[in-house]
């Protein structure tokens, strides 16, 4: 178990299932209360982190939306008094043709996958600069790396989230605050599966077992468990000297 963890709360969005309520099984693991943030109803991943012995709420929220972020963050001070790690989960994982991106899609998914990354951050750095300890989390993509179609929003706001990533881990490095980012690969959560599979394949299924198998030293289908050991490290006292960067799990699919 890594260090530092006993005492801290963490607030999640997109915990209501996937890497977020993965992450949130293992932080309360560690001795973490959890904020869990969703569109959606998050109360099976209160339930857990519960079962784990530890407490957690369920927040409605908007991440693109200013207005939403603010109301929610009022309500998370009503019921934790503090939030010492932010991990920004929530996301969407569209494919869309070129010639269908309108203005409208575009916005859609940069503000939810991009704005909605600096608006929860920037709501709760405020209290870790006051009490000089905080970590801060975000979600990239390996499809940053990889030559892929369809996906010209979602790559352009998960290098966006890189780059915000490292400006903000240099603002914030002389109040005690880290900000790293996670690059998965394909990882079989819902929001991926609910898509449709790319031209080629029958089912999802196929489209994960084609990735493992042709673009992974490790050999298998990626799940929300692969990942969370790494936010468990990135969220504790053993990773006090990283920041700004941007670790791959992602089976070996991109070297960075």
């Known amino acids: 178990m890594a260090k530092g963890h006993q005492g801290k709360t963490a607030l999640i969005t ?16 560690d001795g973490v209360d959890i904020a869990a943030v969703d569109r959606n109803d998050a109360s099976a991943t209160v339930k857990a982190v519960q079962a784990a012995g530890r407490k957690a709420q369920a927040f409605t929220c908007d991440v693109s939306s200013p207005e939403s972020v603010d109301a929610m963050a009022t309500e998370v001070g009503k019921a934790f008094p503090k939030i010492d790690i932010v991990v920004n989960c929530a996301g969407i994982f569209p494919q869309v043709p070129l010639e269908q991106v309108t203005y409208a899609e575009w916005r859609r998914i940069v503000g939810t996958n991009l704005d909605g990354t600096f608006l929860v951050s920037m709501a709760f750095v405020p209290g870790m600069k006051a009490r000089g300890w905080g970590r801060i989390v975000t979600l990239s993509s390996s499809t940053v790396g990889a030559v892929v179609t369809g996906f010209v929003p979602y790559v352009a706001s998960k290098l966006g989230i890189v780059g915000f990533t490292r400006a903000l881990a240099s603002e914030l490095g002389p109040f005690g605050i880290t900000v ?3 690059q998965p690969g394909l990882t079989k959560t819902p929001g991926a599966t609910s898509r449709p599979p790319r031209a080629g394949f029958a089912t999802m299924d196929d489209e994960f077992n ?47």
């Open 210 to 256: 084609d990735v493992a198998q042709r673009f992974q030293a490790i050999k298998r289908i990626e799940t929300p468990d692969d990942l969370a050991g790494a936010v468990s490290f990135l969220t504790s006292d053993d990773s006090a000297f990283i920041t700004g960067q941007t670790l791959a799990v992602d089976g070996g699919r991109v070297r960075l």
């Open 14 to 29: 997109g915990a209501a299932s996937g890497l977020g309520q993965a992450f949130a099984k293992r932080l309360a693991e």
């Open 180 to 182: 790293n980012a996670i």
